[in-house]
């Protein structure tokens, strides 16, 4: 039989066997020192909502007893983020790092027009456009994607221009 309470510090429902009632341990929670009932001295607490009614709100006391009908249980510790955001993209740094910085990625794949290689006209009209005085830095990139036609990986390459605007 297994014997179910809340941890005494941070409330959070536990559930141990009753073979091990008396022993000392910590919460694998909060890690403060508890000790599990006995057998002898738990009394079953009846089994309550976790939802208010829904003519309630949180925090309801019953009329009758002044008993809470649920309780939340309070985190003292600081808890760890489980999910964490994933790192800015390059051009989102930039773009947040000086106002009227910009990043401009021209990739060879997509300067091909009718079997011709435009990739070269492309990056020279854009940095012409831009100006050399306002090119802060040009960067060769190499990377990799699935061939929508024949779903072969490959790999290409481009550059990455970041300008003053």
């Known amino acids: 039989m297994d014997i179910t309470f809340n941890c ?3 409330a ?3 559930e141990v066997d009753s073979a091990n009632s008396g022993e000392r341990f910590d ?3 909060c890690h403060q020192a508890l000790t599990v009932p006995t057998a002898e001295s738990f009394v079953a607490a009846p089994v309550r909502s976790l939802m208010p009614p829904i ?3 949180v925090g309801v006391t019953n009329q009758s007893s002044g008993e809470k009908r649920f309780s939340v249980p309070i985190i003292q510790s600081p ?3 489980v999910i964490q955001k994933p790192n800015k993209s390059l051009e989102a740094m930039v773009k947040e790092s000086k106002p009227g910085m910009r990043v401009k990625t021209i990739r060879h794949s997509d300067c091909k027009e009718s079997g011709k290689n435009l990739f070269d006209d492309t990056v020279s009209e854009f940095l012409n456009r831009v100006g050399d005085t306002h090119i802060v830095s040009i960067t060769p990139i ?3 994607y699935v061939d929508v036609a024949t779903q072969r990986l490959l790999t290409d390459f481009g550059v990455m221009v970041v300008y003053r605007q």
Do not use: G, R
Request: with cysteine; proline share 11%.
């Open 8 to 10: 005494p510090h941070c």
């Open 12 to 14: 959070i429902s536990l």
């Open 27 to 29: 919460c694998p929670f």
């Open 55 to 57: 003519e309630s709100s």
């Open 79 to 81: 808890v760890s983020l």
């Open 142 to 144: 190499n990377y990799s």
